[in-house]
């Protein structure tokens, strides 16, 4: 059964500071992995990798997957209350596909 | 690009009635719609995948005979919650992927709905 796992399952920080969200997997198939944020409303997109080492930014956003250690990280820099969200993994096995979702981890930034 | 809407946003129902939940693209077409269902403080549950013009593929333990999926054409999608009960109370989201065909940023993207909150008192 694939499987998708985030790690931690949450953590409260203070502005300014920076955070590193892990996200590992093991599935059968693995075509890409998707980052999403989610506050009060569905999920919003934030990056899709497909490459190992090749990093994604946006802003004080970024990610980047290692395919050899079966693992991304996202990780955000000064952060700001607006930051507070549960950040999700998924994994994509193909075109189309159904997503394999983490748990998710939830973030509390602290003014 | 890639807007995924949801009507209605909310709605609050009796128990024993029947509520339907869309999902449309907007600026794209989708031969593939995803139904989630999500609970307060767990992550997302998939529950069914739609496709256009054929049936739905639903996950391990959701009945599909109380929970109906339509996907009528490549733009729209929907949920029916059948003779619903308090215990469907929950948070349903739809998804849906641009593809290649479509030109959209990736036949991988998948983009939600801004989800339905269902209430049954």
């Known amino acids: 059964e694939d499987k998708v796992v985030q790690s931690p399952l949450s953590l409260v920080v203070h502005e300014g500071d920076t955070v590193t969200l892990n996200c590992s997997y093991e599935?059968?198939?693995?075509?890409?992995l998707l980052w999403y944020k989610q506050e009060k409303k569905a999920p919003t997109f934030l990056f899709m990798l497909t490459s190992s080492g090749i990093e994604k930014k946006s802003g004080r956003l970024s990610s980047i997957l290692d395919k050899k250690e079966l693992s991304s990280i996202l990780n955000i820099t000064a952060t700001q209350t607006g930051d507070s969200a549960i950040y999700l993994c998924a994994v994509n096995p193909g075109a189309n596909s159904k997503l394999t979702f983490g748990k998710g981890i939830t973030l509390s930034v602290r003014p | 690009g890639a807007v995924v809407s949801q009507h209605p946003s909310r709605v609050i129902c009796k128990s024993g009635t029947s509520v339907k939940i869309e999902c449309r693209s907007l600026d794209f077409q989708a031969t593939t719609m995803f139904w989630y269902r999500q609970f307060p403080k767990q992550s997302l549950m998939l529950m069914a995948t739609s496709n256009e013009g054929s049936k739905a593929t639903y996950e391990q333990g959701v009945e599909k005979d109380k929970f109906l999926i339509n996907h009528a054409s490549l733009t729209l999608s929907t949920l029916t919650v059948t003779s619903a009960h308090p215990e469907d109370s929950s948070f349903y989201i739809c998804s849906a992927n641009p593809g290649r065909i479509a030109g959209g940023p990736s036949e991988d993207t998948q983009y939600f709905g801004p989800g339905t909150r269902l209430t049954v008192l």
């Open positions: 599935v059968t198939n693995f075509r890409s």
